[in-house]
Nanobody, 124 residues
Framework: QVQLVESGGGLVQAGGSLRLSCTAS????????MGWFRQAPGKEREIVAA????????YYTDSVKGRFTISRDNAKNTVYLQMNSLKPDDTAVYYC?????????????????WGQGTQVTVSS
């Protein structure tokens, strides 16, 4: 079994930055892609970014392109989401997810393991 623990959320003013971290414990997700999703109040959970095991392939939803960067350190079993130029619309609970498959996916049902989420609040 794999456990994912997110950290780094918090309250930030619009235009500010945060870096989220997600560390996998238990059996390492060797070879698997990882992703970040978010769910704003009253909205469906949506993909934010995803990254292949090697880091060579990434996916970003349109609204975060140019502002967010996903990366990973496989030696630490950790994936990061650097969020810059934050907007109030970025306010949500952010979830880390991991899949056994190697390819990047934007589909929630492709992910096998989920973290508990970390709150990100952007004030205007």
């Amino acid at each position: 079994q794999v456990q994912l623990v997110e950290s780094g959320g918090g309250l930030v003013q619009a235009g500010g930055s945060l870096r989220l971290s997600c560390t996998a414990s238990g059996r390492a997700v060797v070879g698997g892609a990882m992703g970040w999703f978010r769910q704003a109040p009253g909205k469906e959970r949506e993909i934010v970014a995803a990254l292949s095991w090697s880091g060579s392939t990434t996916y970003y939803t349109d609204s975060v392109k140019g502002r967010f960067t996903i990366s990973r350190d496989n030696a630490k079993n950790t994936v990061y989401l650097q969020m810059n130029s934050l907007k109030p619309d970025d306010t949500a609970v952010y979830y880390c997810a991991a899949r056994r498959g190697v390819s990047v996916s934007a589909a929630q049902h492709d992910y096998d393991y989920w973290g508990q989420g970390t709150q990100v609040t952007v004030s205007s």
